[in-house]
């Protein structure tokens, strides 16, 4: 899964690194979660971490991972779609067939959310929170993870497209990365 994808990205790039440098990264969904794992690796290693910046991130850890995240004092932004139902994976109860899975995954870290329709963001130091709904949303689009891959909403192109309207006002987003990133 996600920590695996983190393992081997971080075996891949940790010998390139250099300790005296800032480091910033950044990942879209499997990636984004991959990305703050990373992140928290590369920080208890010495590594200076000057920001992590996620898009669609799925859930990848549990509440203990999230305390652990907060604890490091890293440096991370969420950005977070109404249209994509990415963030709301794995959902609470994960059916894989032949058992149910039931460990509480959660987000972790700052979120910024772009709602539909070009409305404004929403920052929030901690995960927007709507469990009920995410839920539903979580075991729909687990039910269908196969049209996942093909959904508009859940590409990069569609977190691009709906940050547009917001872009054209460059200091509200570069305020909220300052807020993040002191």
């Known amino acids: 899964g996600v920590l695996r ?9 940790a010998p390139f690194l250099e300790p005296t440098k800032a480091l910033r990264l950044t990942g879209h969904s499997i990636g984004g979660a991959a990305a703050h794992a990373i992140a928290f690796r590369l920080a208890r290693a010495g590594h200076s971490i000057e920001q992590c910046v996620t898009f669609g991130a ?9 305390r652990k995240l907060e604890k490091a004092d890293l440096a991370l932004l969420r950005v ?5 139902a990415v963030t709301a994976l794995p959902p609470p109860k994960l059916d894989v067939g032949w058992f149910i899975f039931s460990k509480r ?9 772009l709602s539909a329709g070009g409305a404004p963001m929403t920052y929030a130091p901690a995960p927007l929170v709507d469990a009920q709904a995410r839920a539903e949303t979580a075991e729909q689009t687990w039910a269908n993870v196969t049209w996942l891959a093909q959904a508009e909403e859940s590409r990069m192109k569609a977190y691009l497209q709906a940050m547009k309207p917001t872009t054209d006002v460059k ?5 909220i990365l300052a807020e993040v990133s002191t």
């Open 5 to 13: 994808v983190a393992s081997d990205v971080h075996d891949a790039i």
């Open 58 to 66: 799925p859930k990848f850890t549990d509440a203990a991972g999230a």
């Open 80 to 84: 977070t779609a109404s249209d994509d």
């Open 105 to 113: 995954y959660t987000q972790a870290g700052p979120e910024l959310h």
């Open 171 to 175: 200091v509200q987003f570069h305020q």
